[in-house]
């Protein structure tokens, strides 16, 4: 009986050696092949993805993108603005002041004064300046031996109350807008000048120092104080050579970039072209009812004009080639390489305008590399 049992449990325990283990093999067999696969699935993309990246940058394959060339004559010229320049009804101290630079109305107050008589100005201002000490000494030779004397300066300083102005001194003068403008302290003097006057006085003098009105200067009466600008119409003088000075001045219509304001051509159309034979030269006066900023304050400006406008699709000069007497470059259609005719519209700073391709037509900048009929992939 007890041989029986014992029999039982080894016959219950007993393990088959082996069985088990061909299942767990095929399984890893099988996890390693398709990992394999994969890695050469990736490798084969990236192959792929960075062949055609180096490929692209080895041909500089660019889009044909939308765009537009001008012709372009640089000049310099005049600024001639309507300018109502208001001067001081009295003598006194600058109090208060509109900001500069805004739009005002009609009898806007503008300019706040105390008035004060000459006499009056200098009791109360500060009979002597305190003598400069050694340090301000030493300051100023380093400044004036670091080239500080030759330095501009852009506006006259108009002289400053350095007194205190009494409590019981109550006498103000409020000056108002004559009428609606842009408001400007810049003054040069040449407010009431026209073109033709500006363009003479140009070739022989320089242009007079501006000024800036400020809080807290001392004026006197009759001095000019501000000017009220119309910013909706204003003209440019400039005088050209004949050439290109004749090709200008057969434009109606151009768009004038100025210095002062790079990133804003604005349009223009010309009111008046004196051709003077004798002087080889020609005189252009534009018209301009556009607001740039900074307009105010500019005086004699230099800018480029911009006409005969074409529009077409720019790509690189280096593109272009000939096949069979016809311009022309080559694309990358689908992989491969096929030549497109073009018309050439214009070539300007190494950029080609042109019509014939369909709009990001991916064209190959560097035709020598390659040959029509090619696979790039």
């Known amino acids: 009986m007890s041989r029986r049992r014992a029999t039982d449990r080894e016959r219950q325990f007993t393990v088959i050696p082996g069985e088990g283990k061909p299942e767990r093999r095929g399984k ?10 994969v890695l050469v699935l990736v490798l084969q993309t990236g192959y792929h993805w960075v062949s055609a990246q180096v490929l692209a940058q080895r041909l500089q394959v660019v889009a044909a993108e939308p765009g537009y060339m001008d ?20 003598s006194g101290v600058v109090l208060e002041m509109h900001p500069d630079g805004e739009r005002v109305s009609s009898g806007t107050p ?3 004064l105390a008035v004060m008589s000459p006499a009056e100005i200098a009791s109360l201002s500060e009979s002597e300046a305190e003598p400069e000490g050694w340090w301000d000494e030493v300051i100023g030779f380093f400044h004036h031996w670091l080239g500080g004397e030759a330095e501009e ?39 009431n000048l026209n ?9 022989s003098e320089a242009l007079p120092e501006p000024s800036r009105l400020v809080k807290g200067a001392v004026v006197k009466a009759g001095q000019p104080l501000f000017k009220i600008v119309d910013n909706w119409h204003w003209n440019y003088h400039a005088v050209l050579p004949l050439d290109p000075g004749r090709t200008a001045a057969a434009q109606e219509t151009v768009h004038i970039t100025f210095d002062f304001a790079p990133d804003k051509p604005v349009r223009a159309e010309l009111q008046d072209a004196q051709l003077d034979a004798a002087a080889g030269e020609v005189r252009l006066h534009y018209l301009l009812e556009h607001q740039l900023p900074g307009f105010e304050a500019a005086r004699r400006a230099q800018a480029v004009i911009s006409f005969q406008r074409q529009k077409g ?21 689908g992989g491969t390489v ?3 005719p073009v018309t050439v519209l214009r070539l300007q700073d190494e950029k080609a305008l042109v019509e014939g391709l369909e709009p990001y037509a991916m064209v190959i900048s560097a035709p020598e590399l390659v040959r029509e009929g090619q696979r790039l992939n």
Not at 71 to 88: A, D, M, Q, W
């Open 195 to 203: 073109g033709e006057t500006m363009l003479a006085l140009g070739r």
């Open 110 to 112: 503008l300019v706040t």
């Open 313 to 333: 699709l720019i790509i690189p000069a280096a593109a272009l080639l000939t096949q069979d007497g016809q311009a022309g470059v080559y694309l990358n259609s």
């Open 338 to 340: 096929i030549f497109a």
């Open 153 to 191: 300066e852009t506006e006259e300083s108009l002289p400053l109350f350095s007194g205190e102005i009494p409590p019981w001194h109550s006498e103000r003068e409020v000056v108002p807008a004559p009428e609606a403008g842009l408001l400007s302290y810049h003054l040069d003097g040449w407010e």
């Open 28 to 37: 890893a067999f099988v996890f390693y092949l398709i990992l394999a696969l």
């Open 71 to 90: 012709s372009s004559i640089e000049l310099e010229g005049y600024i001639v603005r309507e300018e109502k320049v208001v001067y001081s009804p009295c």
